[in-house]
């Protein structure tokens, strides 16, 4: 069982920066993928970014790309978001979580339409134009 807490959302101008912080609970961190998807109002829940275990590898959503930047602290149990160049279509509730399965396949699942096996509970995101 992981337990998933996002921090760091809020309020911001187009253009600029927020640094989402994602707290993991338990000693197996290291074993998860982790990821942040969105989810705008009146919309579906979109997939924005992923990491490997080690922390090696990303892999983002095309709107995001260039812009957003995942990191994780294996150390700190930690995973982060850092979000440059914001814009108003990037306003939406944030969600970390946490998946068993590799980057490669946590990629085919979000391909598939599946969920990843754990989620935080969200932290708002509102760009202002």
């Known amino acids: 069982q992981v337990q998933l807490v996002e921090s760091g959302g809020g309020l911001v101008q187009a253009g600029g920066s927020l640094r989402l912080s994602c707290a993991a609970s338990?000693?197996?961190?290291?074993?998860?993928?982790m990821g942040w998807f969105r989810q705008a109002p009146g919309k579906e829940r979109e997939f924005v970014t992923a990491?490997?275990?080690?922390?090696?590898?990303?892999y983002y959503a095309d709107s995001v790309k260039g812009r957003f930047t995942i990191s994780r602290d294996n150390a700190k149990n930690t995973v982060y978001l850092q979000m440059n160049s914001l814009k108003p279509e990037d306003t939406a509730v944030y969600y970390c979580?946490?998946?068993?399965?590799?980057?490669?396949?946590?990629?085919?699942?979000?391909?598939?339409?599946?969920?990843?096996?754990?989620w935080g509970q969200g932290t708002q995101v509102t760009v202002s134009s």
């Open positions: 338990g000693r197996t961190f290291s074993s998860y993928t």
């Open positions: 990491i490997s275990f080690s922390g090696g590898s990303t």
């Open positions: 979580a946490a998946d068993r399965s590799s980057l490669a396949f946590a990629i085919v699942k979000v391909h598939r339409g599946d969920g990843y096996d754990y």
